[in-house]
């Protein structure tokens, strides 16, 4: 079986058996009525989110209800496809091709969330055809260079978060081992130009019609709840004079939501005292499980009534950086807190990388204990494993930082994002497994046969 099949193949059987079961189906999500309602805005490119998803769900919900999970699921796949069959034309080995493959096709991403009316799984669907044609484009034709570019726009018009992705992907043809002389610096800026250009294009539009540069609201909004959990007074107080009001609205509605029991206080330290430190580095489940309830109840009721979305997000961005600015050591627990949560989970509960993870462990066991393999029963050459850690681990630890250092930085790592930022890894201990795995060695050609 071609490796490029595999994770089609992997992902639709295990879903179909998910179906038989009853539980694989079109299921509308809390998020997706924003997208719905940026749909249908007056001025689509002036609202909170970007419209292209609602557009897509909206007529699929009101037409073909059913087939959106499916057609998401196949956006995905298809994109799994393509990112492991260019591996292979750039080089990589059929072992490393497969372990992509079956990293993605099993994922906890496509198998949890493709049934959800929210955009993540085809937009990271179209983020593995921009890697894909990223990647030949670093070693063969620059007619690929367009292809990544209108596939990373798509990815990111309908993942915000995804924004990251028109810089990543530029970086391919300095990491990526060469097999023929090309102009790395050059394939790179022009991947670069190309990927940037629609993005510099919206920004400048909203710079002139909404008066904010901001392309998608995954900033200004999203990060002021952040900034509304680690709020006191004291922080409050070393704020400039104009984001004072600003703050004592927002300390007003965190505390009403607190005693309603809407949102949760942070919880004493074992010192009696309420440490936002202390509750980010130890206990960040409890800021991840109240951050939803402080945004959408504290923070968004701030918004003026006739005032506009830009604006607005505008507003809460620089609100938000002063409050980081003013403390400094709560947003650096932040960080090493949601790092903590977004790290134990990508490793514990992804469980293609567990199992392969073990799977490897013991091999590795199994062959140190064992003797030394005979002719034909160990692993492939060294230069072909070189070449293929060459390949993946650059794909890898792109896709994996620009999926996971929004989520750390920005917001919280909710489920679905680290599930779709986590979906890569297993591909590292699954292709251990394949060259470790014992081989039946080939008969002596030598020794007659009696």
Known sequence: MKPALVAPLLGCLLLALLAAAGWFHTAVAPDTAGYLAAARAADPLGVARLPLYGWIAGWMLA?????????????????????????????????AALAMGIAIGASTMLLLWARDAVPEVAG???????????????????????PAALAVTMAWALVPALLAFVVLPAALPLLLPRRRPVRRWARALLLLAAML???????????????????VSFGGFQMSGMAALMLTPGIAARLPPALRPTAAALL??????????????????????????????????????????????????????HESWPHFDSRMERFTI???RAAPVDYAAWVLGATARAVGHALVLNPVLVLAAAALLGLALRRALSNPPADGQGPSPGADRARDWAILLP??????????????????PAGRYV????????AVPLLGVMRLWPRRAAPDARIPRP
């Open 63 to 95: 037409h073909a209800s059913a087939l959106l999970a499916w057609a998401q699921a196949g956006v995905f796949l298809g994109g799994a496809a393509l990112l492991v069959a260019s591996l292979q034309r750039i080089g990589a080995s059929r072992a």
């Open 252 to 305: 007003a509605a965190r505390t009403r939501l607190e005693q309603a029991g809407t949102a949760i206080a942070l919880p004493r330290n074992s010192h009696g005292v309420r440490s936002f430190p202390s509750a980010a580095v130890l206990y960040f489940d409890v800021l991840a499980r109240t951050h939803d309830a402080v945004l959408y109840g504290a923070v968004l009721p701030l918004r003026g009534a």
């Open 197 to 215: 250009a629609p993005a510099g294009g919206l920004s400048a539009w909203r710079a002139v019609r909404e008066h904010s540069p901001i392309v």
């Open 322 to 324: 002063a409050v980081l």
């Open 419 to 426: 599930d779709s930022a986590d979906l890569m890894l297993a």
């Open 124 to 146: 990271h669907g179209f983020l593995f055809m921009g890697f894909a044609a990223a990647l030949l484009a670093s070693d063969g034709s620059l007619l690929w260079v367009l």
């Open 395 to 412: 794909l890898i630890g792109l896709y994996t930082l620009g999926t996971m250092a929004p989520i750390v930085l920005v917001t919280f």
